[in-house]
């Protein structure tokens, strides 16, 4: 296998998959794009304005039903309220490689988020994390 012929470490990577062999993550320890090479994820923050609070969750509401039941490369879309401030929301999206997440972009729930976006809702500039996964 690819792994077998490249890892500096082929004892490791046979000791985790004794333990587990089903797992896809193979030898991370010393091959770390082994696992979940190809997936994207991101990580914001919005600071929504108090009087927009209500659409703001009906359009993310929105978005959320899209993503989850049309976009086959959205793999997770998760978001919520801070325990802090209930004004404050936080997201964490996972996509298949960088297709998924211009796929989301490009979706027509996308387009009414991106409406919304327009008319200044939010009381500062998000917080985004892009990254992808190993």
């Not at 978001?79 to 964490?92: A, I, L, M, R, Y």
């Amino acid at each position: 296998s690819y792994h077998g012929r490249l890892c500096p470490k082929p004892r490791l990577q046979s000791f985790l998959r004794e333990r587990d062999p089903v797992s896809l993550w193979g030898c991370r320890a010393c091959c770390p794009r082994r696992g979940n090479f190809g997936i994207e994820f991101c990580m914001r923050s919005r600071y929504v304005k108090p009087d927009r609070r209500e659409e703001f969750l009906k359009v993310i509401a929105n978005n959320k039903i899209g993503t989850d039941t049309k976009e086959p490369l959205a793999l997770e879309y998760t978001w919520g309220v801070s325990k802090e401030d209930p004004n404050t929301f936080h997201f964490q999206e996972k996509y298949k490689g960088e297709e998924g997440f211009k796929a989301h972009q490009a979706a027509p729930h996308f387009a009414k988020w991106e409406e919304f976006v327009s008319t200044d809702p939010f009381t500062k500039a998000p917080e985004v994390q892009l990254f992808e996964a190993y």
